[in-house]
């Protein structure tokens, strides 16, 4: 015999099984799964629950949704994500150094072209590719229009941007790790 066939009460439900509830119920709103009419009435539903299967009955077919085609486009996706990084970190890796040179009143041209101070003999760099400058506060690359780009740390470079040793460069299809003395 179960305690409830002499008539005792089951149970009430506790504020942490209710805010529970609501979690479920926001998050699932959140996610789009139920509609605002729905989220509402669902909401009023949690509030008034007063036994744990009223409260089950209002968010039992909530949750987070795992589908199966979903699990695998993602698991794919990480796969495939996994060997691209792989293949930048051991690019970033074997890049050879750029020695940033001493402060001086004048910037360094970086290009083909036979004037440029760091000349770089490559289809993909530009004659005129960019421009290396020491200000008061550090070192500016500038990009100067160059075909193939200037790329800082795998993002191109539009303008001018402050760059420090460790970080990656790139002009056209020339990469270098900068250092400092």
């Known amino acids: 015999m179960t305690s409830l066939e002499f008539g005792a009460q089951p149970p009430r439900v506790s504020d942490a099984e209710r805010e529970r509830a609501l979690d479920v119920l926001r998050e699932s709103a959140v996610r789009g799964q139920v509609s605002q009419n729905t989220f509402a009435r669902r909401m009023e539903l949690v509030l008034l629950a007063r036994r744990p299967d009223e409260l089950h009955a209002a968010v039992h077919d909530l949750g987070p949704q795992r589908t199966g085609p979903g699990l695998l486009l993602r698991t794919v996706s990480r796969a495939s994500a996994f060997s691209q990084r ?3 970190a ?3 890796e074997r890049l050879p150094e750029l020695l940033l040179p001493g402060p001086g009143p004048y910037p360094l041209s970086i290009g083909r072209a036979p004037g440029s101070v760091l000349r770089l003999n490559d289809h993909t760099v530009s004659r005129a590719h960019a421009q290396l400058r020491h200000t008061g506060t550090g070192w500016q690359l500038r990009d100067l229009g160059s075909a193939n780009g200037t790329w800082v740390n795998g993002r191109r470079l539009t303008g001018s941007i402050a760059v420090r040793s460790g970080d990656q460069v790139r002009f056209g299809q020339v ?3 900068l250092t400092a003395p």
């Open 175 to 177: 990469g270098f790790r």
């Open 86 to 88: 792989l293949r930048r």
């Open 90 to 92: 051991w690019r970033a």
